[in-house]
């Protein structure tokens, strides 16, 4: 049946543009963490940090890769379920870890991603429609997204949110990190085991990351 499909409607081509495109938002999420992170430094230089960005004229474009990448990963992974689900009673996820049975991350990944996806829509919305304050340093007038994240936080429900939204977005990394590699044709003895350790240690780090975030600005008590 495969031989007649054109090669971008094979399971393959799919497996291997989810493959590819989730290992980009793998490095998105490291550089907009460390970018984050500015906000234990303090409001002058997470404000600065965020002004430069959104002030580049590089940001239309890399914004519009970003949503490219995302859509495409999101629409991938939708459509493999649904082809996976019709095909087969035993998820494509779940046999993606050969010889050793389903783990719970990788029996979630639908609903991991979903729970990011969801998250990814209100923090877009929240982000970009929010209320716009402003500070000036320097001389220069800039919009304080900190008094942004110190105001949201100060609500507990937010903050609990966000936290749950990371620890799904950290199990649906735990997986798909190192599957990415089986999906793009690597798969090695020696190295599938690394990168597995690899995905946890990365897990670990973008879960306690991102929510540390929320956490801190809530201890801030709205200051
Ligand atoms: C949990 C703590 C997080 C905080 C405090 C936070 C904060 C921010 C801020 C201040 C911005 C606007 C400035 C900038 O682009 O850096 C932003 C944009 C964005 N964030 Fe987050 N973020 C968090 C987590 C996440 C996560 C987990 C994801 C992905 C799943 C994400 C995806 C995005 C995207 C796609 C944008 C828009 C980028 C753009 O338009 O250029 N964020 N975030």
Redesign the pocket.
Known sequence: MSGHLKPCQSSIFKKQVMGITGLMLCG??IV?LL??LL?FVGAEAFNTY?HM??TNPL?IP??IV?ALI?LSHIFMAIKLTIENKKARPVPYYSRQVSGRGSTFASSTMPATGMI?LV??IL??WH??FGPVYTVTYSGVEMRD?YL??IEYFSNPIYVIW?VV??IA?GLHVSHGFWSAFQSIGFHHKTYTPKLQIIAKAYAIL?TVG??S??IY?YLQGGN
């Open positions: 998105f999420l907009h970018g984050n906000i965020a960005l959104i940001l890399a914004e970003l995302f990011t998250f990814l923090h877009i982000i970009k997204l942004l994240l966000y939204a990371v977005l973008i991102f929510a975030l929320p600005c």
